[in-house]
């Protein structure tokens, strides 16, 4: 048994370690690959697990047929049809982008952590439809209109916006901000008496449902700076002008 160790050692592991190396090495070059968004097959597979095996040097291998369906469904691995197509500059961005979310977390890990979770807050806009409808459906070939019942036609196409607070707890703030679509970008006397106002939500409006600069602000004085027993906090939010607008 002795022999047969010394012999494996000099050999550089058995043939199940260096299988197991191979497939280590080869999941990594395949990884690599994928953060690049290449289009990837089973040839370049079993290339990878060639280049793998240069380093490894186990004798005779040959990235056989068996050896790729085990290593396909050891990891999970399959044939997916692809549903988005980038360019190189969304490959850099997102590179661009992680560099800046590791920044930022650097330098604000510091404010953080001398803040209470319950006291720091994000925030953000949603927008939504009434009525949700989806694009395609089944017609004869050669149809040129396709109709689709809806129970309202306006409903498809107006919006509504909702700005809702979370802390760093996972904790939803209780008054939520609601810009709805209105025509004139106001509420008129009749549907301000007869509007029926939640108590979580602060009900505002646009001419087209969508915040604007003036609306960012009546969030800030009428929901956000009104948060019970809360005399200080740290507000994370994205990119939007309004609040890019010092």
């Avoid at 050692?9 to 197991?20: A, E, F, I, Q, Y």
């Avoid at 050891?74 to 692809?82: E, F, Q, Y």
């Avoid at 901000?177 to 006397?189: A, M, N, Q, T, V």
Wanted: hydrophobic share 40%; proline share 4%; with cysteine.
């Amino acid at each position: 048994m002795l022999q047969r160790w010394v012999k494996i050692v000099d050999k550089g592991g058995s043939r199940v370690d260096k299988l197991k190396r191979i497939a280590t090495k080869t999941l990594e070059l395949f990884m690599q690959a994928k953060s690049s968004y290449l289009i990837l097959k089973d040839i370049d597979l079993r290339q990878m697990a060639l280049v793998a095996n240069a380093e490894v040097q186990l004798d005779g291998f040959i990235a056989s047929d068996s050896w790729l369906t085990n290593f396909k469904k050891a990891h999970r691995i399959g044939s997916k049809k692809i549903t988005t197509f980038v360019t190189s500059k969304y490959a850099r961005d997102s590179s661009d982008n992680l560099e800046a979310c590791e920044a930022f977390l650097e330098e604000t890990r510091p404010i953080f952590d001398s803040v209470s979770h319950s006291n720091i807050f994000n925030f953000d806009q949603s927008g939504f439809q009434p009525e949700l409808h989806f694009g395609p459906s089944l017609d004869f070939i050669g149809v040129r209109k396709v109709v689709s019942l809806v129970e309202s036609e306006v409903s498809t196409s107006s919006s509504y916006t909702i700005m809702p607070i979370l802390s760093a707890e996972g904790i939803l703030h209780p008054l939520m901000y609601i810009c709805l679509k209105e025509r004139s970008g106001r509420f008129g006397p009749q549907v301000s008496q007869s509007m029926f106002r939640p108590k979580n939500l602060y009900i505002d409006c646009s001419n087209s449902g969508k915040m604007e600069k003036s609306h960012m602000f009546t969030f800030l004085k009428e929901v956000l700076f009104k948060m019970p027993n809360v005399t200080s906090f740290v507000a994370i939010c994205d990119s939007w002008n309004p609040f890019r607008d010092r």
